[in-house]
């Protein structure tokens, strides 16, 4: 899970770059990257940290041209503390191409061998990202007519990636002279939308992994970019778009819903608020049943991403709705931050319990998912030591058995506190009184029944099922593998970058 991000903007585009990033900044918080292009001319820079941490006033002064991509990183793949592996990335032939990618290639090692052996391209870093790059820029290089490009090359290049990259990828990139070129897998895994603003200049157009990037620079969500679907906007502005792929179905990842999106975005046509409005409900249909001998006396919620389902549970129930826990928003989603010693030890500087909302009383405590285990395991005994009688603790997403191949950072079984367990054991291990999970096809149901044109999602976390490419047991072991031998820490600083190309003809 990355955020990306793309204008063609009428004026200088890095404080909408700048701004359009901090949007997205908690799909990534490992680094961050705008390249611009001022002509032919790209200017880069791209460090380890937030945004606010890697630009300063000298490096956005730096970012010169009236078109950009940003990107903000939560590694999948290769390292989390590595600069050379912050995004966007660059290659120079053909035409210079700078690309920022959100997904996860299921076929990187096989791309990267073919790239050096029959393709003559050499790849410098771990990440698949660099490898679909130069995927992207070998098919543009076989189709350029006469070391010229035209949108109808570009889509057919678009074409051959579909062919040779299986996984899910969202993909921004901009090509020196000609444009920015946006485009999503045949499946839809990730999400990417786009959207407009009229100016006196003429239109400029936003492309970025969630609406809400859009929403608050007051650009017009126009729609989702289609499963296979390409859209290139040239340097004069205009836009084209084309359906790349032979086969293609909508089947977005259903974690974006529960967990990974602002609450404030639309995706294919769905309100990620209204998805976590219905899943409290059908989870307090589930605990009306399952639970009725309980005696909750009050529901509170693990902030944030749980708080729509929790206030909506409890007006379902009937109890009272309470804020038991305040949250320092200056510590980062424990979720995305590399490392289990990590995450342990940033749960109690991120969040704070306020006892008279706990003291004597039966808690049912509300949580958008269980991954790891560590996070509910600190709340609950936080819990505890504030002097609640009784502790249960709720999940708006079915149990997480199953490692995520598709860009969540979740690979590992070993790491899933639901591989191998029943309910029983999980609610051993977290320490509560009583566990309850929502059930898959009502996690569905809450998310469908927003835009009944969509029915399909992809749910591997929850039922090991891969839709997209040939993920087998010795993949997912060997993924494994890699991420425990890679676990070792690298450091690194912010690069600038000038990356001067020779004029097209």
């Known amino acids: ?53 890697v630009f300063r006033t000298r490096n956005m002064r730096a970012l010169l041209g009236h078109m950009g991509i940003g990107h903000v990183r939560y590694p999948t793949a290769g390292s989390s503390s590595s600069p050379a592996e912050a995004q966007p990335f660059y290659v120079n032939s ?54 010229q490009l035209d949108p109808a090359a570009i889509f057919s290049a678009v074409s051959g990636v579909h062919e040779r990259c299986q996984g899910a990828y969202a993909v921004i990139a901009m090509i020196a002279g ?48 289609a499963p296979g679907e390409a859209i290139f906007i040239d340097v004069e502005g205009n836009f084209y778009n084309q359906q790349c792929a032979t086969q293609s179905s909508l089947n977005p990842c259903i974690f974006e819903y529960v967990y990974l999106a602002r609450p404030d975005s639309m995706m294919d046509e769905i309100s990620v608020y209204e998805t976590r409005l219905n899943m409290g409900i059908n989870l307090a249909d589930k605990i009306s049943t399952s639970m009725r001998h309980l005696n909750i006396d009050v529901v509170i919620p693990i902030p944030e991403s749980s708080r729509p389902s929790a206030l909506q549970l409890a007006n379902r129930l009937g109890i009272d709705f309470r804020e038991g826990f305040v949250k320092n928003r200056y ?37 958008d998912s269980i991954v790891r285990g560590t996070t509910s395991r600190e709340i609950v005994q936080m819990a505890q030591e504030a002097g609640a009688n009784k502790i249960y603790f709720a999940s708006a997403a079915p149990p997480v058995r199953y490692p995520n191949v598709y ?19 999980i609610c051993r291990e977290i320490g509560a009184d009583y566990l309850v999970y929502q059930e898959l096809d009502a996690l569905k149901q809450a998310i469908a029944s927003v835009n009944l044109q969509v029915s399909n999602f992809e749910t591997s976390c929850f039922d090991g099922r891969y ?39």
Do not use: W
């Open 331 to 367: 510590v980062g989603r424990t979720f995305i931050m590399p490392g289990q010693q990590h995450r342990r030890k940033s749960v109690r500087q991120k969040l704070n319990a306020i006892e008279m909302e706990f003291r004597g009383k039966n808690v049912l405590l509300v949580d």
């Open 94 to 147: 053909p035409f210079g191409i700078v690309l920022a990618h959100n997904g996860n290639l299921t076929n990187a090692d096989t791309l990267n061998h073919e790239l050096f052996i029959a393709d003559r391209r050499h790849v410098n870093t771990h990440s698949d990202s660099e490898v679909l790059l130069n995927v992207l820029a070998h098919e543009l290089q076989e189709r350029a007519a006469g070391y």
């Open 407 to 425: 860009g969540i950072d979740m690979p590992t079984r070993q790491e899933l506190i639901a591989t191998d367990r029943s309910d029983e054991e």
């Open 178 to 225: 000609y444009g920015l070129l946006a485009f999503r897998d045949p499946y839809g895994i990730r999400p990417l939308v786009f959207g407009s603003i009229e100016t006196d200049a003429g239109t400029e157009y936003m492309v970025a992994s969630e609406s809400v990037a859009l929403d608050t620079l007051g650009f017009r969500l126009i729609r989702d970019v």
């Open 1 to 53: 899970m990355c955020g990306i991000l793309g204008v063609v903007a009428r004026s200088p585009a890095n404080q909408l770059l700048y701004d359009g990033l901090l949007m997205l900044q908690h799909r990534g918080q490992d680094a961050a990257g705008i390249v611009t292009a001022q002509g032919n001319t790209f200017h880069m820079h791209k460090g380890l940290g937030m945004v606010r941490d």
């Open 467 to 505: 839709i997209a490419g040939n993920v087998t047991q010795e993949y997912l072991y060997k993924i494994e593998s890699q991420r425990n031998a890679g676990s070792q820490s690298q450091t690194g600083r912010a690069t600038q970058l000038d990356l001067s190309l020779l004029p097209i003809d």
